[in-house]
């Protein structure tokens, strides 16, 4: 009655996989899945696994993010400074 549920939303997935870092991130969480099950919850971890991954779908990320003007958002200095508004306003 008020609402229909015949509507399809867009999954997240589908959005994601549009997005021009999608194959990186892909490429992470595949390393990141196959380290934690194989070796992380063995026992045994390096630190150094899947950074190159990592490090390839951050600079993506961040140039789209450059692209669109949208990179301060992820200045820490802004969320210090909007915790710190928070915080004095209350």
Same mark, same amino acid.
């Given at each position: 009655?008020?609402?229909?549920?015949?509507?399809?939303?867009?999954?997240?997935?589908?959005?994601?996989?549009?997005?021009?870092?999608?194959?990186?991130?892909?490429? @992470?969480?595949?390393?990141?899945?196959?380290? @934690?099950?194989? /070796?992380?919850?063995?026992?045994?971890?390096?630190?150094?696994?899947?950074? !190159?991954?990592?490090? /390839?779908?951050?600079?993506?990320? !961040?140039?789209?993010?450059?692209?669109?003007?949208? !990179?301060?958002?992820?200045?820490?200095?802004?969320?210090?400074?909007?915790?710190?508004?928070?915080? !004095?306003?209350?």
């Amino acid at each position: 009655m008020g609402i229909l549920r015949d509507q399809k939303r867009p999954s997240s997935s589908s959005s994601s996989a549009t997005s021009p870092c999608a194959h990186l991130r892909t490429a @992470y969480h595949n390393c990141f899945n196959r380290w @934690y099950s194989e /070796k992380f919850l063995k026992g045994q971890w390096n630190k150094e696994e899947c950074v !190159s991954q990592w490090e /390839k779908y951050k600079e993506c990320l !961040s140039q789209h993010l450059d692209d669109k003007h949208l !990179s301060r958002f992820l200045d820490a200095d802004g969320v210090v400074d909007l915790n710190n508004k928070a915080d !004095s306003r209350s």
